[in-house]
């Protein structure tokens, strides 16, 4: 070959990425949005905890319980709205699960009881179950293994810009016109996103924005024929579905505790209104997006450097659970900043965390499965959350409101869960998973 030769087939290479085009990133953006829209309505609730617990005269446990019923409600949601996504197709089914939340949000601002509010959570819980089975089974057919955990931390990061927005949005609101209509005005943005999602979605084969270039290099992957509509009990026997479900067990309610109970913490422990939470609770969110894109980051830069593809995910797992650690300190702190940082810090490696447990569901069950899997990961983990919140509730009145041994439990989950997964998965060399992924 020729030194020109040579030179021209160096060059194409750059010029192939150039034909390929990003299309699939807009579709990445969708799902962005909606995990935004998703948190800032989940997250209301929370944030207007102590002015709720003074209006309505609620006891901890009867906001537990409230959250409880989100809770159990979601897991539901989760696993049957992630089987459902695999049956409709993720152009409706998010169409019809963003539409729902959105209503069942609006609904909170007619309700006054603890059992209305158990109500509006309830039927906000079994929609918002399918934003994430379909957003993973999105990612799984729109990229390729080596971006799958990048796109997934993008669109994960949604929920921590959502929990950000939703600290500054709702005090501004409240103090203009109450707390009734900050429920209202937050449930009316994903009627919006429904529009935008109708207009810009359709399937890759489909899509006629989408060159063959991006199509080729979206299913490069070695894939091998998918199986629909697996029965749920057979799903059992993947290694993928039990490592998922610990994951989510694991890490998933800690997150709850830090949505729901972090700003009454604040109010609590430091004297914090819903007006002074707002910095302290940016900062966390702020955190915790950064977290969620590093998490997706950091195995997929491992594999493109040639990391095992399940190595990298559990690295990622480690570097991200010993940063929760530091949570521990945080109930004792003195000084709220510091307090602030170390729930930040935690934060943000739980969405590093939470990247990578959804990646790897499509990196080890076939892409048929993945919603479901998702969905079954999901239930597991806020049916336990269910309890969780309940039992943090009796346990905050039962100790006149001290939260040690709730950040110390928090502390150290994310290692166990890394360490039980560790045991499940497929061992480095054993072959192929069956998505087709070399380990």
Known sequence: ?????????????????????????????????ATTINYIDRQ??????????????????????????FSIFYAFGYLGVGR?????????????????????????????SVFGFQIA??????????????????????????????ATGI???????????????VPVIVHFWGWRPAFIITGSFGLLWVIAWLMFYRNPE?????????????????????????????????????????????SAPVWWFYLNWV???????????????????????????????????LSSHLIARGVKTLRARKIAFLVCGLCVVPVFFASSASNMWVAVVLIAVAASAHQGYSANVYTIVS??????????????????????????????????????????VLFAIASSLYLIGLLIMHLILPKTGSGRTAAGIEV
């Open 155 to 169: 669109f994960n990061a949604g929920s921590n810009v959502g929990a950000f927005i939703a600290p500054i949005l």
């Open 263 to 297: 700003p009454g913490f604040l109010h609590q422990r430091y004297g914090v209104d819903l007006m002074g939470a707002m910095l302290p609770l940016v900062i966390i969110y702020c955190m915790a997006d950064f977290g969620s894109i590093f998490g997706g980051w």
């Open 121 to 150: 959570r309830a039927g906000l819980g079994i929609s918002e179950g399918g934003n994430f089975p379909a957003s993973i089974k999105t990612v799984s057919e729109w990229f390729p293994a080596k971006e799958r955990a990048l």
């Open 206 to 250: 489909e899509h006629p924005r989408l060159s063959k270039a991006e199509l080729a290099y979206i299913q490069s992957d070695p894939v091998p024929p998918a199986e629909p509509a697996i029965p749920w009990l057979k799903l059992l026997a993947y290694r993928g579905t039990w490592a998922n479900i610990v994951g989510t067990c694991f």
């Open 84 to 112: 459902l996504m695999d049956k409709l197709g993720t152009r409706l089914g998010l169409t019809l699960s963003v539409g729902f939340w959105s209503v069942f949000g609006a609904l909170h601002a007619a309700m006054s």
């Open 1 to 33: 070959m020729s030194q020109s030769e040579a030179l021209s087939g160096a060059g194409a290479i750059p010029q192939l990425k150039q034909r390929i085009g990003h299309f699939r990133w807009t579709i990445c953006a969708l799902l962005f949005f």
């Open 363 to 404: 990196d080890t069950m076939p892409r048929g499965s993945v919603g479901s899997v998702v969905g079954m990961g999901g239930f597991a983990a806020y049916f336990v959350g269910t309890f969780v919140s309940m039992g943090v509730g009796r346990l905050l009145d039962a100790t006149g409101g001290n939260y040690h």
């Open 44 to 69: 209301v609730v929370g944030l207007l905890k102590p002015v709720l617990m003074t209006d309505l005269h609620w006891t901890e446990t009867d906001f537990g319980d409230i959250v409880a019923a």
